[in-house]
């Protein structure tokens, strides 16, 4: 019914699996014979299944940086706490107190985590699943003047306005000519965490479950802040989100170094 | 009880008026409907006057609290909506940070259905509104229906926002190993123009048993009785769209009689 291309209904597929199917479920999903019925269970636990290698691999000198521990920095709003009482019956709904904001190491460095895979001009990028804020259909695009080159316009979704980076321009404004722009094709846009920045993405490839190990984690403090790691097996990019969010709108570009992510 | 979701990734095609002039009108035939915002945009609860960002408890903590959460404190969270046998459970921005929360947590897509099970004793409808997003939210809220309602906006380019819709149903299902009776209702059909004409007859010849043959009219009363508040049902029950929805309720309430 729909063409929608074979690599966007898996990382649908896997999407909605892990959310609808239980721990145990899927865990008696793993057995043999079982598995044989429902395969898309498995993909979720299966770190190798992407059948189309990254063309350009992000710069080859990051390899060489130290891995260390990320510190903590995120901020996430917490509940409100909630009362327990039964005394009313029925609605008894009263004015909240503000929640609280709490300081917590990033959701994807306390153990195993799903990253998002995308493509963009050959190169192969993940963002952890905690971080990303969702996944659009690229719409029409309202130009503004005066913003970066990499910015490709704002794009309307109900009454929020989206800023949309042209991810492949920002990345590598080095190979980035007209041959390579004649070829984009995007087709999706990836929304990071809360805020309205949006990554243009040409496909959607897969949804993976990394371990620790997996990647090989950078500190921060070095060039190319927005890089949170590289993920091992396939020497892809794995996108530190908060720092992409903060030189986005500093309006700086990729190369730059940043005097601060804090 | 009977759970019906209204969903479509679609924007602005009627997922709000679709739920409450159906839940306004089943309070009426004398059913206890409770209508459930997912939408962190909380239209449905502003719908009803409810500023949701005052409230202590919502839809929110319903996620949080997950499979602990009680019959009590769900009941307490909600709110009315000034009709009889009609209640809110009002949603919350705050919502808007689930699909983080839950993206790679199993099984949490089912949360909303647990917790309506736990009050199925205390209505004989549930409506559930659907943010038009694919999300967590929309997942839950039609992970926990028995029907879906899909309202179609009569115009251009809809049928290819159905087709998505339809396709994440169809990945839900093998996911859920469920399957999914669903309704499709054109929506904001003008009779003078050739997008309404041409989309409905589409429409038709494409998914000719999941389509209510009837049509829900353009009608502005819908947009004043918004903004007075008020479900239709109570604003101008006479008007052509209430009587249209009114139709569609005794439709899809024949099939409930009949399943
Ligand atoms: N049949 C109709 N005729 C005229 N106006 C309508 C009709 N149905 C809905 N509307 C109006 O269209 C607007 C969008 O409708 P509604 O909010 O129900 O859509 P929605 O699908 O819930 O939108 P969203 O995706 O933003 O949640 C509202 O202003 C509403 O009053
Ligand atoms: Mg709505």
Known sequence: MSKSGFASEKVMRSYLDALLIEEDEQQALAQPDEAELRPVARLLEKVNVIEQPARAAPSKELQAKAVEKTKARV???????????VVAPRMANKIAPPPKAVVEEKEYRKGDFQALFFDVAGLMVAVPLTELGGIHNMGKLNTLIGKPDWFM??????EN???????????MPEKYDDTLENNLEYQYIIMLDNSSWGLACEKLVNTVTLSQDDVKWREHSGRRPWLAGLIKERMCALLDVSALIKLF?????SLEDMLSVE | ????????QKGGVGKTTTTVTLGGLLAERGYNVLLIDTDPHASLTYYFGIDSEELELSVYELFVRGKQISREEILQSLCPSGLERLDILPATMALA???RAMGNKSGMGLILQK???KISKDYDYVILDCPPVLGALMVNAIAACQRLLIPVQTEFLALKGLDRMLKTMDLMQTSQVKHYR??????????RTKASLQTYKQLMELYSDQVWAGVIPEDTKFRDASLAQQPPSVFSPRSRGVFAYNTLLTYLMSEVVSE
């Open chain 1, 249 to 253: 709108e500093q309006g700086q570009s």
């Open chain 1, 75 to 85: 901020v996430t709003p917490v509940a409100a706490p909630i009362s327990t009482s």
């Open chain 2, 182 to 191: 669903y309704t499709i209702i054109p929506t904001m059909y003008d009779k």
């Open chain 1, 153 to 158: 316009g704002v794009m309307v979704h109900r």
């Open chain 2, 115 to 117: 917790a309506i099970e």
């Open chain 2, 1 to 8: 009880m009977n759970i019906w979701t209204v969903a479509n």
């Open chain 1, 161 to 171: 306005k989206l800023s949309i980076v042209n991810t492949a321009k920002w990345v």
């Open chain 2, 97 to 99: 940070t689930l699909d």
